[in-house]
């Protein structure tokens, strides 16, 4: 059956299937009615029955694809083998955006991000912070997109350029794939991390490096906490490794219970 899908062949099959029990029903009436409405009470039913069955299975046909999508997508498919729970939201998600796997993904994105950064290994932990610097560095010419991707509450949604975008979906599936089956990592205290990032901001960047530390208020220079935003991100990716991927894990993940095993 070239360029017709098993969904079309369903609905075609039900459409033939409510015309002819509309057709049945309009036979079983006929002995009532007088002969003159015969053929007119035909066809009425057996076009109401046409569009009815099809009409009602439309929800099943649309949630076998979701379910389909759901089975086969690389990104997706772990996330609802690991999270059960989230297969209804995600099922949702899809129908909002009519079977679009790309935005369902974006609407997923963070959370992927939260659950499985901290029990990913390193190295995926670290190409995501690099991807994030990158999609920063790609807005920065922007100030109010650069800030409204650091801050998404801060007005519409950023639209990335393709590059960054693969390059930033790609390190969160590195991320998924990696962390998947793995137990959460420990939490670890990064305090002493951060302060080396920060002392190493402020030697090189001075007064500026300030901005930071109200960035979310009113009137705020945007291109400029998008500038020291970027600074600080790779002042965190010149740590050591190992300090690098904890505060990576602490800024991007889900905060575990004490009980979690460690690396």
Request: proline share 6%.
């Given at each position: 059956?070239?360029?017709?899908?098993?969904?079309?062949?369903?609905?075609?099959?039900?459409?033939?299937?409510?015309?002819?029990?509309?057709?049945?029903?309009?036979?079983?009436?006929?002995?009532?009615?007088?002969?003159?409405?015969?053929?007119?009470?035909?066809?009425?039913?057996?076009?109401?029955?046409?569009?009815?069955?099809?009409?009602?299975?439309?929800?099943?046909?649309?949630?076998?694809?979701?379910?389909?999508?759901?089975?086969?997508?690389?990104?997706?498919?772990?996330?609802?083998?690991?999270?059960?729970?989230?297969?209804?939201?995600?099922?949702?998600?899809?129908?909002?955006?009519?079977?679009?796997?790309?935005?369902?993904?974006?609407?997923?994105?963070?959370?992927?991000?939260?659950?499985?950064?901290?029990?990913?290994?390193?190295?995926?932990?670290?190409?995501?912070?690099?991807?994030?610097?990158?999609?920063?560095?790609?807005?920065?010419?922007?100030?109010?997109?650069?800030?409204?991707?650091?801050?998404?509450?801060?007005?519409?949604?950023?639209?990335?350029?393709?590059?960054?975008?693969?390059?930033?979906?790609?390190?969160t599936l590195r991320?998924?794939?990696?962390?998947?089956?793995?137990?959460?990592?420990?939490?670890?205290?990064?305090?002493?991390?951060?302060d080396i990032a920060?002392?190493?901001?402020?030697?090189?960047?001075?007064?500026?490096?300030?901005?930071?530390?109200?960035?979310?208020?009113?009137?705020?220079?945007?291109?400029?906490?998008?500038?020291?935003?970027?600074?600080?991100?790779?002042?965190?990716?010149?740590l050591p490794r190992?300090?690098?991927?904890?505060?990576?894990?602490?800024?991007?993940?889900?905060?575990?219970?004490?009980?979690?095993?460690?690396?």
């Open positions: 059956m070239d360029g017709v899908t098993s969904a079309s062949v369903i609905q075609i099959l039900l459409a033939g299937l409510g015309g002819g029990l509309g057709a049945l029903v309009a036979w079983g009436l006929l002995r009532f009615l007088p002969r003159s409405w015969t053929l007119m009470l035909t066809i009425a039913c057996g076009v109401t029955g046409s569009q009815l069955l099809p009409n009602m299975a439309e929800p099943w046909l649309r949630g076998r694809e979701v379910d389909a999508s759901l089975a086969t997508d690389p990104l997706l498919s772990v996330m609802v083998a690991d999270y059960p729970e989230m297969k209804s939201s995600i099922r949702d998600s899809f129908v909002r955006a009519d079977g679009n796997a790309d935005a369902v993904r974006r609407d997923v994105l963070g959370v992927m991000v939260k659950k499985y950064v901290g029990r990913a290994p390193g190295e995926p932990v670290l190409a995501l912070g690099q991807a994030t610097i990158g999609a920063l560095r790609s807005l920065e010419s922007d100030a109010d997109a650069c800030y409204r991707f650091l801050f998404p509450g801060s007005g519409p949604t950023v639209r990335l350029a393709d590059g960054p975008r693969d390059a930033l979906y790609a390190a991320v998924v794939e990696a962390g998947h089956g793995l137990q959460p990592v420990a939490p670890a205290d990064v305090a002493n991390a951060l920060s002392t190493s901001l402020v030697e090189k960047h001075g007064d500026d490096a300030a901005v930071l530390q109200n960035a979310t208020a009113a009137g705020v220079d945007r291109g400029l906490v998008c500038r020291m935003s970027i600074a600080f991100y790779e002042e965190i990716m010149a190992e300090d690098a991927v904890r505060v990576w894990r602490d800024a991007f993940g889900e905060r575990q219970p004490s009980g979690a095993q460690g690396p």
